[in-house]
């Protein structure tokens, strides 16, 4: 299974970037779907999560409301459209795909809980 995220660039505060994934290999279907980001020195926190169906989403506080995550099963692929980017948003963006949940479970929001992983897209925001 193969992750490929893009979608990143250089944006001035107060903008938008949209995140795209794209998974080959595996059934994309069978996957919940997370975004994860990482600064330089700092642990790896999550961002958002979507569930197998599409149906669930979850985010962490600092951007609810301004990020939305979303999927498109025939297209195999996740998204992360992002609003209002503030500087403390600046990161490389992961995503990631959860082989183990369940249909009827929620997205999860904890890394171990992620099996396959792209090779992250910088997302740069200016003041």
């Known amino acids: 299974v193969q992750l490929q995220a893009s979608g990143g660039g250089s944006v001035q505060a107060g903008g938008s970037l949209r995140l795209s994934c794209v998974v080959s290999?595996?059934?994309?279907?069978?996957?919940?779907m997370g975004w994860f980001r990482q600064v330089p020195g700092k642990e790896r926190e999550f961002v958002a999560a979507?569930?197998?169906?599409?149906?669930?989403?979850d985010y962490r506080d600092s951007v609810e409301g301004r990020f939305t995550i979303s999927r498109d099963n025939d297209r195999k692929a996740v998204y992360l459209q992002m609003n209002s980017l503030r500087p403390e948003d600046t990161a490389v963006y992961y995503c990631?795909?959860?082989?183990?949940?369940?249909?009827?479970?929620?997205?999860?929001?904890?890394?171990?809980?992620?099996?396959?992983w792209g090779q992250g897209t910088l997302v740069t925001v200016s003041s």
């Open positions: 290999g595996g059934t994309f279907s069978r996957y919940g």
């Open positions: 979507i569930s197998r169906s599409g149906r669930t989403t």
């Open positions: 990631a795909a959860d082989s183990r949940v369940i249909l009827s479970s929620p997205p999860r929001s904890g890394e171990k809980d992620y099996t396959y």
